[in-house]
């Protein structure tokens, strides 16, 4: 059980991600697995397979070899072809579907003391902002992140994220080396707000491209960003 003690020095990053995937190219996927184990047949796959979608070769995945890439290093030229690609997928005019109607695939990389610890799982999007901003909320215990998420438990100064006893009992990918991870509840409360002013820069460019790039999707940056509540 960690002490006050430990919580002195702590340093807490939430890092937005969304994640980009360009696996209908034609380029033969590594033959082993997973990327973290393989990380550079994995890097050099996603490498091609984004230039090959028009990407540039500038870049970059947040940790090497995964699909997860850091809002805020992604170029004004590589977020037009990314979100083009992602209100293609979402709008369809044969099905009815008119506009956008939810976020990025991605979330929020939990990283302590420089080290990376917890990664968006799958099905995790943007819009899971949320889901940290309710750990705040006494009241409120669901924490969804993807799936499997941690079981949370909370006391007056620190969270508990219980990766041992999730509600969904499958492997975490990549897998996390402990079974709990305890968090003052204060430093985590700035890395939520200091990722917010991300988004809202991330916000910023998305507004930018489509003004002058005349995409003409309403709301762009909310949708793509918080999605729209059901």
């Not at 999007?125 to 949320?130: A, Q, R, V």
């Not at 996390?176 to 988004?199: Q, S, Y």
């Amino acid at each position: 059980m960690a002490k006050a003690e430990d919580f002195i020095n702590m340093k807490i990053e939430l890092i937005p991600v969304i994640e980009i995937t360009n696996y209908d190219q034609d380029v033969p996927t590594p033959p082993s697995g997973p990327y973290w184990e393989f990380p550079d047949e994995w890097e050099n796959y996603h490498i091609s397979t984004n230039i090959k979608a028009g990407l540039s070769e500038l870049l970059k995945s947040y940790s090497k070899a995964s699909s997860f890439y850091r809002v805020n290093e992604i170029s004004d030229a590589d977020l037009l072809k990314i979100a083009k690609k992602e209100i293609d997928s979402q709008i369809n005019k044969e099905e009815e579907i008119y506009q956008l109607y939810t976020s990025f695939y991605g979330g929020y990389i939990l990283k302590i003391d420089d080290e990376n610890k917890y990664f968006p799982q799958c099905c995790g999007k943007l819009g899971d902002i949320e889901a940290w901003e309710d750990l705040f909320d006494e009241d409120y215990s669901f924490f969804y992140m993807g799936h499997p998420s941690p079981k949370i438990e909370k006391s007056e100064n620190k969270i508990i994220f219980d990766f041992l006893n999730s509600e969904i009992q499958e492997n975490f990918a990549p897998p996390i080396l402990e079974d709990r991870i305890e968090i003052d509840k204060d430093l985590l409360r700035i890395a939520v707000e200091n990722a917010k002013t991300e988004l809202n820069n991330f916000a910023l460019q998305l507004i930018k491209i489509n003004e002058l790039e005349n995409l003409q999707i309403p709301d762009i940056h909310k949708i793509l960003i918080y999605g729209i509540e059901e």
